[in-house]
């Protein structure tokens, strides 16, 4: 019996404050118990694009979208060692034309509903990682800790791309790796602290002590207002004012485990 | 008493500067007319602005770490005067005006600066924004057709996207050939007067709307009413 543990938030940057916008970012969390194979966590998040007016809809529905389509595909006989590029394929171009389905609705371009996406499936055999645009999924191995894929920006640091994207289903990375005990997923708020730009690594003392106190906290509701506070800190805000979001994940694999 | 060295003006520890500051980068290089017909108060007006853009961009923590400034002077010959450092190291100069306006050359000066410090921002793993080339001149090229070649760098690199070119034009500018070098999607602008103070307040608030811009998010520039015409 394998256990996760989990403590996320998504904070408003301060420009989007100073400027009456909503926050861009959203987040979802799905625990499946599949027909086929052990409890698998489902992580999303996504980053909606700063110019596009409907992009706080955009993250929300792709985050929404994904969590669904990955948690029909295991609760209905879908083994997570099956999924392959074409069905991250299917998903996305699902997503996509779920937005294009909202945006006609509210008479506007796809384009304003503009998002990254992030979606990192996590079992007790494997992992998978899907990926299009910025942001970053880091997980620990063995003491330190990897960024699963570099954030996929343009040339510029003010430009990625979106699952709204024409090319979306060609552009998204994509990797199975073994399973990991240990899973962070964050958007591009949080990239210049939680990144190591010059060696293009995750920097692991900034996750191995969150990964360590959500282990050693009672429960991580304990965490989850201390957690608030930090990502709302000077030491944060004075960095970045973009909306953050920081997911953290962790599992005991013990058979005694506590609840 | 020790005698002291004298700070070397070629960066000695290329890097260093990426260490101590990891932030990405928003690359502007000003590209300043000092020929002899600035002489006076558009000169004068000139260091005044160059002054007040350090000082605006001080007030603000997240440009100052981010904003990279180089400037390049074209007066009788071209001179790059400071190569890129922080608004946090900027130190602004005091320009003299002399001679002829050699703009071609001091264009392509500009843009292989861009080139260069592109490429150290990817060597030490800097990501970056954009750069800008902000061309003040109140005159118009005296060194022969080399401005064609210029303008074709400009309009190439304005076209993919390696850098962005600004005119701004002082009374007195050429404005046929200037219209020729700059990019027609970024029409030249005429400078009210000697405003340019209110001038390097724009770039100032620009560019630290540009190096806290977000991936998918459109720039949107402050008005130009209170400096151009």
Aim: overall charge negative; charged content about 20%.
């Amino acid at each position: 019996m394998s256990m996760w543990r989990l403590l996320h938030d998504s904070i408003t940057g301060e420009s989007h404050v100073r400027d009456g916008i909503p926050c861009q970012d959203a987040f979802q969390v799905a625990n499946v118990s599949p027909i086929v194979g052990n409890s698998t966590l489902v992580l999303v998040c996504a980053d909606g694009a700063g110019s596009a007016s409907l992009s706080h809809l955009g993250s929300r529905i792709a985050c929404d979208t994904a969590c669904n389509l990955a948690q029909n595909f295991l609760e209905h006989g879908g083994d997570i060692n099956s999924i392959t590029r074409e069905h991250a394929i299917e998903w996305i171009a699902t997503i996509r034309a779920k937005l294009q389905d909202v945006a006609s609705g509210q008479h506007v371009a796809v384009r304003e509903l503009a998002s990254t996406l992030l979606v990192s499936i996590l079992g007790n055999t494997s992992s998978v990682f899907i990926q299009l645009g910025d942001g970053a999924f880091v997980v620990q191995e063995q003491g330190t800790c990897k960024v699963v894929f570099w954030p996929q920006n343009g040339e510029y640091a003010n430009t990625t791309f979106f699952v709204t994207d024409e090319d979306a289903t060609d552009r998204f990375a994509f990797a199975i790796k073994p399973p990991f005990d240990e899973v962070a997923v964050l958007t591009d708020g949080l990239q210049s602290l939680a990144l190591d730009f010059a060696r293009q690594e995750a920097y692991s003392p900034f996750f191995l002590p969150m990964f360590d106190a959500l282990r050693a906290a009672s429960s991580s509701e304990d965490l989850a207002k201390p957690f608030r506070d930090w990502l709302l800190s000077p030491q944060i805000t004075q960095r970045t004012d973009d909306d953050k979001t920081l997911m953290l994940a962790v599992r005991n694999s013990l058979t005694s485990a506590d609840g | 008493m020790a005698e002291q060295i004298p700070y070397p003006t070629t960066d000695p520890f290329p890097g260093q500067k990426f260490a101590d500051n990891p932030e990405p980068r928003c690359p502007c290089v000003l590209l300043l007319d000092t020929s002899g017909s600035m002489s006076g108060a558009p000169i004068a007006a000139l260091n005044a602005g160059l002054a007040t853009f350090r000082d605006e961009l001080s007030a603000d923590s997240l440009a100052m770490k981010r904003v990279e400034i180089a400037i390049v002077t074209f007066g009788g010959r071209v001179t790059p005067v400071s190569s890129f450092s922080t608004a946090e190291h900027f130190q602004p100069p005091t320009l003299h005006s002399e001679g002829d306006t050699p703009m071609g050359e001091a264009i392509e000066v500009a843009i292989d600066m861009v080139e260069m410090e592109k490429h150290k921002y990817k060597t030490h793993g800097i990501t970056y924004f954009r750069p800008w080339i902000f061309m003040i001149t109140d005159g118009g090229p005296t060194d022969g057709d080399r401005w064609k070649t210029a303008a074709q760098r400009v309009r190439d690199g304005d076209m993919r996207k390696s850098f962005a070119f600004f005119c701004i034009a002082v009374e007195g500018a050429n404005m046929d050939v200037l219209a020729q070098i700059t990019p027609t999607d970024r029409p030249i602008k005429i400078l009210d007067g000697c405003k340019f103070r209110e001038l390097f307040k724009w770039l100032s608030a620009s560019q630290a709307r540009v190096s806290r811009s977000t991936p998918g998010a459109k720039v949107d520039l402050p008005d130009t009413g209170g400096w151009s015409v």
